[in-house]
């Protein structure tokens, strides 16, 4: 197996702060038990206003490290690909966090990314240890800290009131005899690309006091009702073809799945994806204690699983996900021993 590459490790961080799904409803004016049965939260993790995107990546990285005895001098590459709100404005924060965890001999690279983050960095950070196998292992990180872009006063942009705080992180090697990271697949629909999005503060609209005052710097929808009839007709058939065709991809097919890591949604919608699926909704992981943490949420579900014992040898792993953009992405592990 000297040419696999497989997942050796992986670790999350969750911010103190619990905001409950009582909390969520009486800022929005939407019913409690809206927010738990229709959008599937019970709560979830709010960073504290000095815990930034970067604290919240070498928080996770740091305890993979720890729990697993990694030099940090031995990783031959650091990705960032969570959220692409950080600490600052056009800004990196991958070379940031390998300096802050003592990853000395790696290079820093990242890519903004959203929703659909995880299995797009797995193939990424795959590709990349295929064509560079001396790097040896890659380091992954992710977080999210976008609950702070809600205006929970702005019904445009409710679909995203479940929008949490986190941080995942994964270690991919080359050479690797367990866990296997195996095939990928992505689909684009570029027609959404200007549907959600923070209007003000880039090029098109120069911060302003017009639009500090029109609360312009926090997530909008554009047009609502256009994107859900768009997304209604193509979303659920394209989870379902990215799925088999990283599949395919793995020598592997939909009924060969054991373990679903997707990221949050609402319940509905979660149900119909997972009953495409042919699994038992036990087989698939729900974040409703964490909400939706923009490209963490896959890798996040993964290591929960993992940790609890609901993941183990032999099991096929499908990561799940998209995002605005709008791009749907999957990834498959093969969890154990090759």
């Not at 964490?290 to 940790?307: C, I, Y």
Request: hydrophobic share 50%; net charge negative.
């Amino acid at each position: 197996m000297s040419g696999a590459i497989g997942l050796a490790a992986t670790a999350h961080y969750l911010p103190e702060r619990w905001l409950s799904a009582a909390e969520i409803g009486a800022a929005a004016a939407i019913p409690e038990q809206v927010i738990v049965e229709k959008f599937g939260l019970r709560g979830k993790h709010v960073a504290a206003p000095d815990e930034h995107v970067s604290d919240l990546a070498v928080a996770a990285a740091s305890r993979l490290l720890g729990e697993h005895g990694v030099d940090p001098a031995s990783v031959g590459a650091v990705v960032y690909y969570g959220s692409t709100w950080k600490d600052y404005m056009v800004w990196q924060a991958a070379p940031a966090i390998a300096h802050r965890l003592g990853c000395a001999n790696a290079y820093a690279v990242e890519y903004d990314n959203v929703s659909m983050g995880t299995p797009v960095a797995l193939r990424f950070a795959r590709a990349l240890l295929v064509a560079e196998p001396d790097l040896g292992s890659i380091l992954l990180v992710a977080a999210c800290r976008e609950s702070y872009l809600l205006d929970y006063g702005n019904a445009r942009s409710r679909f995203m009131f479940n929008f949490g705080d986190g941080a995942v992180a994964g270690l991919l090697t080359a050479g690797a005899d367990r866990n296997l990271l195996l095939g990928s697949h992505a689909i684009t629909d570029g027609s959404f690309a200007l549907q959600v999005k923070v209007p003000a503060g880039g090029s098109v609209e120069p911060a302003s006091h017009a639009s500090v005052d029109g609360r312009r710097h926090f997530l909008d929808v554009a047009d609502p009702s256009a994107m859900k009839d768009g997304l209604d007709e193509v979303s659920l058939p394209n989870f379902v073809a990215v799925a088999e065709g990283a599949l395919a991809r793995s020598g592997a097919r939909l009924e060969d799945v054991s373990y679903l890591c997707g990221i949050h949604m609402k319940r509905s919608m979660h149900e119909q994806i997972v009953a495409a699926l042919g699994l038992a909704p036990s087989r698939a992981a729900y974040l409703d204690d964490t909400g939706h943490m923009s490209g963490v949420d896959p890798l996040l579900a993964l290591d929960r699983a993992v940790r609890a014992g609901e993941v183990v040898d032999g099991d096929l792993v499908l990561l799940l996900a998209a995002g605005t953009g709008y791009t749907w992405a999957a990834s498959v592990v093969r969890w154990g021993p090759a």
